[in-house]
């Protein structure tokens, strides 16, 4: 008989090894209330036990055996976030391995769909259910020679955002002592690239010949974001602009791993993560024309057709005399090609649509995620918004939203940022970054079953006194 940690094959004791958890993405958001949790048996092992609980610590978890699969539909869960790991199982459930798997996260939505998938990630860089915040100040004091620009890590927490943040540099140790500047221009999250059940941190900065870009990765942890770059990404040779726009990509090749989408001057760089983070080497470069500013704007799109990967969006906001046009390209086990899935082009010459790109969440509760582009120069600026299905996006059914209030280059930026009001859809926040001489706004449209204008939308403008005009807020808007 076989002692603990260990199992039987071919009359021989072996060590049970440990599942390595493949979906839902860890922060990602699942689209029904019974998720399927999938995960890699390595040999040695059939099966494993699945333990599920509604707290990072796992208090109360409950176990879910799979003996003999690689995937397991849990009962139906309430709305929130989930977590759960996994321990190897050799032929019966009491037959279990050692070492159980990391922690990962989920979050359940408040409405169900027939579509067993999950897409998204969530700024929640310590794993503790809350939601943290990243701001850049690419203007800063970096306290290194010759470079400029700092990072704030604000956590969150029961009691809202804490006071004190976590500050982060580059031009040291950071980038191997090479001068850097406007480190902060832009920070995204880049979701879980390594499997630990930790987003990354994504920060842009440029090289002193203010050219060439840089992307450092920061690591998430249990104490928050990791002081000093993990990895620093740039462009082969002497590719203009990289990092110019950076986005989560989900998992584009279905190893378990987040992958991160980086824009560049007429390139997209499609990076994939491994159990080490992510590889500098291992990408795929999507290429445009430098002079229709593709890659301006790239986002991770979810999972548009329910296969199982997620998608990427690549806008061109230059294409046609400033129409613009946007680019999705479908995930699949190899990987993003080269070669777009579908493209779109804009109706009004000088729109220049897919100036901004996102994933908008599922709008309408179907299952499929939702895709929004920006044409801030279309009169006072509009939002192509088109519905996901398993057939890909419904160019047919695209709606083109207007602001509802008087502002200039509404859908300047854009994001998903989830079910905001709780009732079962996601909803898109749009700004209108104004001019200068004019304030900007931030309009929150809320996501209903058909997706319509019907609603009016949030309106979030500051007062002039408090920014004055021309500060441009609604510039950029986040999750």
Do not use: K
């Amino acid at each position: 008989m076989c002692g603990g940690g260990t199992g039987c094959a071919v009359s021989a004791c072996v060590n049970i090894p440990t599942p390595r958890p493949l979906s839902p993405l860890s922060t990602s958001t699942v689209t029904t209330t019974r998720p399927t949790v999938r995960w890699a048996n390595l040999p040695g092992a059939t099966g494993a036990v699945v333990y599920v609980a509604d707290n990072p610590g796992m208090l109360g978890a409950r176990p879910f055996a799979a003996t003999q699969a690689s995937s397991l539909r849990l009962d139906e869960l309430t709305p929130g976030v989930w977590y759960w790991y996994a321990q190897g199982v050799s032929g019966t459930a009491g037959n279990t391995g050692a070492q159980v798997s990391p922690v990962w996260q989920f979050v359940v939505p408040n409405r169900d769909s027939r579509v067993d998938r999950s897409f998204g990630v969530v700024s929640d860089f310590n794993r503790d259910g809350y939601g943290d915040l990243a701001a850049g100040l690419a203007g800063a004091t970096s306290g290194y020679p010759s470079s400029s620009g700092r990072v704030r890590i604000y956590l969150s927490n029961p009691g809202g955002v804490a006071s004190l943040s976590t500050v982060l540099y580059a031009g040291g140790p950071e980038t191997n002592s090479a001068a850097t500047v406007a480190f902060g221009t832009l920070v995204a999250t880049g979701g879980d690239t390594n499997g630990d059940g930790y987003p990354e941190l994504l920060a842009t900065a440029r090289s002193t010949d203010g050219v060439t870009g840089q992307v450092l990765v920061f690591r998430g942890s249990n104490t928050g974001v990791a002081v000093g770059s993990s990895l620093v990404l740039t462009a082969a040779g002497s590719t203009p602009e990289f990092g110019r726009s950076i986005s989560a990509a989900g998992d584009v090749n279905g190893d378990g791993y987040g992958d991160v989408v980086v824009g560049a001057r007429g390139q997209a760089h499609v990076l994939y993560g491994s159990a080490s983070g992510l590889v500098g080497s291992s990408r795929t470069v999507l290429t445009g024309s430098p002079g229709d500013d593709f890659g301006f704007s790239v986002a991770g799109a979810g999972d548009v057709n329910g296969d199982g990967f997620g998608d990427v969006l690549v806008g061109e906001p230059g294409f046609g005399g400033n129409t613009g046009r946007f680019h999705l390209y479908f995930g699949g086990a190899a990987g993003i090609a080269t070669a777009p899935d579908v493209s779109r082009a804009g109706n009004t010459s000088g729109g220049r649509l897919g100036y901004s790109v996102a994933c908008a969440g599922d709008l309408n509760g179907d299952g499929y995620a939702d895709v929004a582009v920006g044409a801030p120069s279309v009169r006072t600026g509009e939002v192509l918004v088109i519905p996901g299905s398993y057939a890909g996006l419904l160019l047919g059914s695209a709606l083109s939203v207007a602001p509802s209030v008087a502002v200039l280059r509404f859908g300047a930026s854009l994001a998903g940022v989830g079910d905001a009001d709780l009732d079962g859809y996601d909803d898109l926040l749009v700004g209108a970054r104004g001019s200068p001489s004019t304030l900007g706004a931030a309009h929150l449209l809320r996501g209903r079953e058909v997706i319509s204008i019907g609603l009016t939308p949030f309106v979030l403008e500051p007062s002039a006194a408090a920014l004055g005009n021309g500060a441009e807020f609604g510039a950029g808007v986040s999750a």
